[in-house]
T-cell receptor, first 112, second 111 residues
Framework: KAGVTQTPRYLIKTRGQQVTLSCSPI?????VSWYQQTPGQGLQFLFE???????NKGNFPGRFSGRQFSNSRSEMNVSTLELGDSALYLC???????????FGPGTRLLVL | EDQVTQSPEALRLQEGESSSLNCSYT??????LFWYRQDPGKGPEFLFT???AGEEKEKERLKATLTKKESFLHITAPKPEDSATYLC????????????FGKGTKLSVKP
């Protein structure tokens, strides 16, 4: 069974630009969550989607948004990038039972 | 505010030297706990899910336990390949998709 995939793996942007990251969950998983990981703050929850609906949202500004498609693939978008948005962005899919949550390899975003 | 705290921040062990990592959490509203292992530059790798006080789960040299206010990850006779950052995450709220992570314990095992 293929794992969680994320594209692109690396991205360099400049301040003020916007970026879209993509995540394909494990086949059959309908819940997709997004996290931001930085050395200072660790892993922080951004939002969770389930069956195309946002189910939970973390404490991030409105510049961070996401969506989920009918095939459970998800995208997150960050508009008006700031230097502090440089981070590893991780996507995770949760099994139907909720017993396990599997992470993808992440997209490393560098904002210059 | 829900919190998950891990200690120590870093741990250096000699190969074969057993030890434990600690994860303490806000008790109110906790529905379960995940343990992960993360290698540099990679996404976290799922290890265990614990739901009830007294629950224990094992995998190779690792054993995770849960009490009413904390969880432990015991590492028995570690090997250098066990070197990684170990993360615990509390499941709060109405779904499994919203985890609150601790900052992790960076484990180094020297041969």
């Amino acid at each position: 069974k293929a794992g969680v995939t994320q594209t692109p793996r690396y991205l360099i942007k400049t301040r003020g630009q916007q970026v879209t990251l993509s995540c394909s969950p494990i086949s059959g998983h309908r819940s997709v969550s997004w996290y931001q990981q930085t050395p200072g703050q660790g892993l922080q929850f951004l939002f969770e989607y389930f069956s195309e609906t946002q189910r939970n949202k973390g404490n991030f500004p409105g510049r961070f948004s996401g969506r989920q498609f009918s095939n459970s693939r998800s995208e997150m978008n960050v508009s008006t990038l700031e230097l502090g948005d440089s981070a590893l962005y991780l996507c995770a899919s949760t099994s139907g039972s909720g017993e396990t949550q599997y992470f993808g390899p992440g997209t490393r975003l560098l904002v210059l | 505010e829900d919190q998950v705290t891990q200690s120590p921040e870093a741990l250096r062990l000699q190969e074969g030297e057993s030890s434990s990592l600690n994860c303490s959490y806000t008790v109110s509203g906790l529905r379960g706990l995940f343990w992960y292992r993360q290698d540099p530059g990679k996404g976290p790798e799922f290890l265990f899910t614990l739901y009830s006080a007294g629950e224990e789960k094992e995998k190779e040299r690792l054993k995770a336990t849960l009490t009413k206010k904390e969880s432990f990850l015991h590492i028995t006779a570690p090997k250098p390949e066990d070197s990684a950052t170990y993360l615990c995450a509390g499941i709060y709220g109405g779904s499994q998709g919203n985890l609150i992570f601790g900052k992790g314990t960076k484990l180094s095992v020297k041969p």
